[in-house]
């Protein structure tokens, strides 16, 4: 029967059965369509990954709705134990909701990433008969001990792998979202400051002070269209120095002109005669500090 209709009282039959009955893929197909599949926006950190201890991470309390109206609710923070960080190779794990249509289940998965020298994440399955929903991606490096929030990636506002429901909600909450970004940038931040000030220290009492020289030559067109351009600067070496152009004063993008050892080739030609033309040599000279 190729039309169905949703949903009537039933009425008995003379033989007892009813004229109407319903299971419950009507129900999830009535609910298809009117609600965006992806995770609850309220609270913040629905179904969140995050550090726990170790190897260990919690998937936040929260709620999904699955492709055709399957839902899975979590109500407390569930803690999840990873495998060991490899000895010489990394990888990357994907924590997923997995909707199993087949044996009627909806549980929270850790796919394990394959070992590599740069890995990456294990896809995300959809079919007729599972549909996954990927919450974050974990980096392992090799011979980690701890995961913190640094290596856990939110894809849970990633629509191609996850989303959040849509058409129930006027706004979506992302300030715990927010905090987690600032924390691994914080971490990164820190790093990268940490490792800077280190390399200076080591190279500080070596550094030379570079001294910058202008050269500059002024022409004006003779001719209509002119787009090549003598630079007749004889300082000007090809290999290390920078130049720059302007036109009657303004300044040009560097993909406005090409230019080789002794000419500027404009892009658009002069029409005017008598246009001026600025070639300026940006010569880089170094004297010990």
Known sequence: MAIKNYFFNARKNEDGTFDRTYNAEDLTNYLDGLVGYGIFPYPSDCLQVQQNSGMNIIVKAGAIWCKGGYKLLNTSDLIITLDDADVSLSRVDRIVIKCDLINRSIDVVVKKG????NPVAPNVLRNDAIQEYSLALITINKQVSTITNAYITDTRLDSSVCGVVQGLFQQVDT?????QWQSAYNQQYDKFVNDFNEWFSSIKDNLTVPKLTRLSNSYLTQDENEK???ISIDEFVLETDLIEVFVNGFRLNQNEFTYTQSQITLVNALSVIGTQ??????KSTVENK
């Open 277 to 282: 033309v600025d070639v300026v040599v940006i």
């Open 114 to 117: 394959e070992l590599a020298s």
């Open 175 to 179: 300030s715990t979202l927010y905090l």
């Open 228 to 230: 090549v351009i003598d």
